[in-house]
């Protein structure tokens, strides 16, 4: 099952061995940035206290950026927690990916 409802032509989606709670992105790297061109693999993993507080997202694929821990590919907390709401939903992280 293949989720894309946004239609993002940057984005696919689906859920990890049909696991509600794990998901898995590749996200394509943006125009005009150092990333275009690139392939990333991204895990969304949604928390028992989500949707109060924001999924936790970790690049699978190698990626050398300020905000993401070069050893284990975690997004750091302070990007996708500021400005998380109750409101948002999973695109808001796969956005905050490609935005960074």
Request: hydrophobic share 30%; net charge negative.
């Given at each position: 099952?293949?989720?894309?409802?946004?239609?993002?032509?940057?984005?696919?989606?689906?859920?990890v061995?049909?696991?509600?709670?794990?998901?898995?992105?590749?996200?394509?790297?943006?125009?005009?940035?150092?990333?275009?061109g690139g392939i990333f693999l991204v895990d969304f993993i949604f928390g028992?206290?989500?949707p109060f507080k924001a999924p936790s997202i970790r690049f699978m694929t190698?990626?050398?950026h300020p905000n993401v821990k070069k050893e284990s590919g975690e997004i750091c907390t302070d990007v996708i927690n500021e400005g998380w709401s109750?409101?948002?939903?999973?695109?808001?992280?796969?956005?905050?990916?490609r935005g960074l």
């Open positions: 099952m293949q989720i894309n409802k946004a239609g993002f032509s940057w984005c696919t989606i689906e859920p061995n049909d696991d509600i709670m794990n998901w898995r992105a590749e996200l394509q790297g943006p125009e005009a940035s150092p990333y275009v028992t206290t989500y190698k990626i050398y109750p409101t948002l939903n999973g695109e808001s992280p796969a956005q905050a990916c």
